[in-house]
């Protein structure tokens, strides 16, 4: 598993889209000046930053996508391609460049499934609408007669009300299942991967969780997980309320299963830029995640931070900064953020206290935007970060103040790698601009966009392509990204008391 795709086959991946770009990038990309000059100040680095650059680099990742079956999630080609083409960037810019490699358990979705009734009668279920497959599911093509397991559906023949349902959480839910069935499971009480170990240990060859019944929003499909420390060997599935009703008042009924996919053990990949000058005790860290998830090319999520964070590398590549400067791409955050949990943990104290802050962003183009600001300081959501990220957030907001431009925070749910950081007490902060999250009336209008819609309504779908972008928020963010790493590469003072060179400000005119 996991193969490193080869130089010569990336560099024709690269070569196709440089073909395609005046068609991709209408506009003219950084001017001459930009290859040669240093760009040590605020105006010369925005200028050199430009949204044809970060497009150039989004261009590349949804050409390797289309190359690896519509993907570049961690463990697959795609994303190897990925940690490639970061690579050679940064090493043809002169970084010290680390590709740092980790285990880590891989859940990869090869192919389609499949759901059907085998008798009585045949029925061929639709994916995604009738049922789906539960993240971390073992694979397997299995066939069995359905026998369910301490179902609650409260009506004729069935007493109990689904609200009281612990179908599968016991080891005696099974008594008397007969070994070589599919068991039918009913959410509620205990977690999946809980409920489908048990059946596994009783012999069931495949599991069908369904969901609960007892209110509107548990009767339909849900992006649910096994965990994954999942063992049980066994594919399941999850399925709506009704189709597991259908199901349990069927007699004689048998069903085959068919769950292509890989989980288990794979190699991926956190990819390190780092200047070759600056103070190496006092390092200014810029990070984004540079894997998909498993449905999605990943070109908003989180390609608009990986290729924002590598616009600005390059272009900061004559830059001396009084810091060492170190890029990060992460490896496996959507498994978890194991990357950055890695690259943490494989750290001495000593090299962690050097860190003197992390900077994430994290889905910077989001087409329904906001331009959220990580809650540093913790006053409108109580998330408090280690001392300093309150600086962060405001270097943030004063940046979008001069330009005009609002903002609003957002907090530190865990959601992103900053967490990793924030939990060995280094101060963070940085920008998103939304996923799943809905849109208010009120952000609407002062942003623009529509109400009522996610703000990336191709959050973790295979519609996140070189098009699912505002290249609006987009610019403004890499500008953003730009000013935020200079001025800490050159003046950490406001973060944690340690000043450097040159009369850098809080937050540069503009």
């Known amino acids: 598993m996991n193969i490193r795709t080869s130089f010569y086959v990336f560099m024709l991946f690269a070569l196709t889209v440089s073909l395609t770009l005046p068609q991709l990038l209408p506009e003219a990309l950084a001017s001459p000046s930009c290859d040669n000059r240093v760009n040590n100040t605020q105006d010369k680095l925005q200028e050199c930053v430009t949204v044809e650059g970060v497009r150039e680099h989004q261009a590349v990742f949804q050409a390797i996508a289309d190359a690896n079956s519509g993907i570049r999630a961690s463990g697959t080609s795609g994303y190897d391609a990925s940690t490639d083409y970061v690579a050679d960037r940064m090493l043809a810019a002169g970084y010290n460049v680390t590709v ?36 971390q599911t073992d694979p397997g093509d299995v066939t069995g007669s359905i026998t369910g397991v301490d179902l609650a559906l409260g009506n004729a023949g069935w007493p109990n009300d689904p609200s009281t349902s612990t179908s599968g959480c016991e080891s005696g839910d099974f008594a008397g299942f007969p070994a070589g069935n599919i068991a039918l499971i009913q959410r509620g009480a205990c977690e ?14 495949g599991a069908i969780m369904f969901n609960q019944g007892n209110s509107e929003d548990r009767k339909g499909l849900i992006n649910g997980t096994l965990g994954s420390s999942y063992a049980g060997g066994i594919p399941v599935f999850f399925a709506t309320y009704d189709r597991g009703v259908e199901w349990a008042g069927t007699t004689s009924l048998e069903m085959r299963m068919i769950a292509d996919v890989f989980h288990g053990q794979a190699t991926t990949y956190n990819v390190f830029a780092e200047t070759q000058g600056g103070d190496p005790g006092n390092v200014v860290m810029a990070g984004a995640h540079l894997d998909s998830v498993n449905q999605s090319p990943g070109i908003n999520d989180n390609g608009s931070g990986s290729a924002a964070i590598l616009e600005v590398a390059e272009q900061m590549a004559k830059v001396k900064p009084h810091n060492k400067v170190r890029f990060a791409w992460w490896g496996a955050q959507e ?33 329904n935007f906001v331009r959220f600001i990580f809650d540093g300081d913790g006053s409108d959501f109580g998330m408090v970060g280690p001392p300093g990220s309150e600086a962060i957030e405001a270097f943030f907001e004063e940046f979008y103040d001069d330009r005009d431009l609002a903002s609003q925070a957002t907090p530190f749910n865990g959601r992103s790698d900053y967490q990793s950081f924030i939990e060995v007490g280094i101060p963070a902060g940085g920008l998103f601009t939304g996923a799943e999250g809905i849109k208010t009336p009120d952000e609407a209008a002062t942003y623009g966009g529509t109400a009522g819609d996610q703000y990336d309504p191709c959050y973790h779908l295979t519609c996140d392509t070189f098009d699912n972008i505002s290249l609006v928020v987009l610019d403004q963010n890499a500008d953003a990204a730009a000013a935020a790493i200079l001025q800490y590469g050159m003046n950490t003072d406001a973060v944690n008391g340690k000043s450097g060179k040159g009369n850098f400000k809080t937050c540069p005119d503009k």
């Open 100 to 135: 740092q490699p980790f285990q880590f358990t891989a859940y990869i979705q090869l192919g389609p499934s499949s759901l059907e009734q085998t008798a009585p009668g045949a029925v061929t279920y639709v994916e995604d609408l009738d049922y789906s497959l539960l993240s």
């Open 192 to 205: 999946f991967q809980l409920k489908a170990e048990n059946a596994a240990a009783v012999g069931a060859v």
């Open 335 to 367: 498994f978890g953020l194991l990357g950055s949990r890695f690259y943490i943990s494989s750290l001495s104290q000593e090299e962690q206290d050097n860190i003197a802050l992390y900077l994430e962003f994290e889905m910077i183009g989001s087409p």
